[in-house]
């Protein structure tokens, strides 16, 4: 059973950091894609970074050049460091991961951890 377990969420002011790690176990597949979503309630969920095991990564226009991602793909982990972080980016983030080797498909979720930034 593929289990993705988030960590690293938490309250903080509106211009802080915060980094979320995810690891992921139980696939007897390699993961191409690895990323992350979040979703406020009453919205959408939305990308919010996304990385394949060849290196392409995908940023949603809103968190371009404040957030980072990376993985460890030995270690079937990834991870968001979030700088200059805004109310606005408030939300539960989920972890998620998919083997499809096209694209950013993504085939498991994880909990999810929350974000509160505040003013």
Not at 19 to 34: D, Q
Not at 78 to 103: F, H, I, W
């Amino acid at each position: 059973q593929v289990q993705l377990v988030e960590s690293g969420g938490g309250l903080v002011q509106a211009g802080g950091s915060l980094r979320l790690s995810c690891v992921a176990s139980g696939s007897p597949f390699s993961f191409n894609a690895m990323g992350w979503y979040r979703q406020v309630p009453g919205k959408q969920r939305e990308l919010v970074a996304a990385m394949t095991t060849g290196g392409k990564i995908k940023y949603a226009d809103s968190v371009k050049g404040r957030f980072t991602i990376s993985r460890d793909n030995d270690k079937n982990t990834v991870y968001l460091q979030m700088n200059s972080l805004k109310p606005e980016d408030t939300a539960v983030y989920c972890c998620a991961a998919g083997v499809p080797l096209e694209g950013y498909a993504m085939d498991y979720w994880g909990k999810g951890t929350l974000v509160t930034v505040s003013l």
